[in-house]
């Protein structure tokens, strides 16, 4: 089975940093389609940015100037770096995979397009 693992959350306070991993295993790693979902209580799942098997990453255009998503092939590990962060990132964040050879062309930021989770690592921030 296709496990993911995140960590790296916590609490911090507005204008921090967090940079949070997403440990995979159960799969060959780097031929996935990636992505990093949030999600705040009583909302869906927001998309937040993908990362295809060439390391190629789309963020969404409001976050793009603080978020910066990459990967270690090596370490099978999909980072997300958050730099000045704001009360409203608040959420439980997510990583996620598509289906083995699923196309990861485009903003991919549906969360039905995804068939892995890891369980989430709460960020907070104040």
């Known amino acids: 089975d296709v496990q993911l693992v995140e960590s790296g959350g916590g609490s911090v306070q507005a204008g921090g940093s967090l940079r949070l991993s997403c440990a995979a295993s159960?799969?060959?790693?780097?031929?996935?389609?990636m992505g990093w979902f949030r999600q705040t209580p009583g909302k869906g799942r927001e998309g937040v940015a993908r990362?295809?098997?060439?390391?190629?990453?789309d963020i969404v255009e409001s976050m793009k100037d603080r978020f910066t998503v990459f990967k270690d092939n090596a370490k099978n590990t999909l980072y997300l770096q958050m730099n000045s962060l704001k009360s409203e990132d608040t959420a439980m964040y997510f990583c996620?995979?598509?289906?083995?050879?699923?196309?990861?062309?485009?903003?991919?930021?549906?969360?039905?397009?995804?068939?892995?989770w890891g369980q989430g690592t709460q960020v907070t921030v104040s």
């Open positions: 159960g799969y060959t790693y780097g031929t996935y389609c």
């Open positions: 996620a995979a598509r289906g083995l050879g699923a196309d990861c062309s485009g903003p991919r930021r549906s969360s039905a397009e995804y068939v892995y």
């Open positions: 990362i295809d098997s060439d390391g190629r990453a």
